[in-house]
Nanobody
Framework: QVQLVESGGGLVQPGGSLRLSCAAS????????MGWYRQAPGKQRELVVT???????NYADSVKGRFTASKDNAKNTVYLQMNSLKPEDTTVYYC?????????WGQGTQVTVSS
């Protein structure tokens, strides 16, 4: 069973930055994709970014140019660097990892952008 543990969320002022981390319980080299989604209360979970095993990243239009995803296979960790944060980025962020047709989720980390 794969376990994903997110960290790095918190409170930041508009225009600020945060870096989220997602640590997997085992090697991430076998996943065909990893990335981040976010979900606000009462809304559907939406894609933030997905990184394929070859390193190709697919970003949501709303975060392009502000967010950057990366992964460190040696540390079994995926990162999300979030810059120029806006109040509308406030929500819970979830890490995902895909192994074949199975998608695993982390528990989520809260990001709040407010002055």
């Amino acid at each position: 069973q794969v376990q994903l543990v997110e960290s790095g969320g918190g409170l930041v002022q508009p225009g600020g930055s945060l870096r989220l981390s997602c640590a997997a319980s085992g090697s991430i080299s076998g996943f065909n994709a990893m990335g981040w989604y976010r979900q606000a209360p009462g809304k559907q979970r939406e894609l933030v970014v997905t990184i394929t095993s070859t390193g190709t990243a697919n970003y949501a239009d709303s975060v392009k140019g502000r967010f950057t995803a990366s992964k460190d296979n040696a540390k079994n960790t995926v990162y999300l660097q979030m810059n120029s944060l806006k109040p509308e980025d406030t929500t819970v962020y979830y890490c995902h990892a895909d192994h074949g047709h199975v998608r695993y989720w982390g528990q989520g980390t809260q990001v709040t952008v407010s002055s």
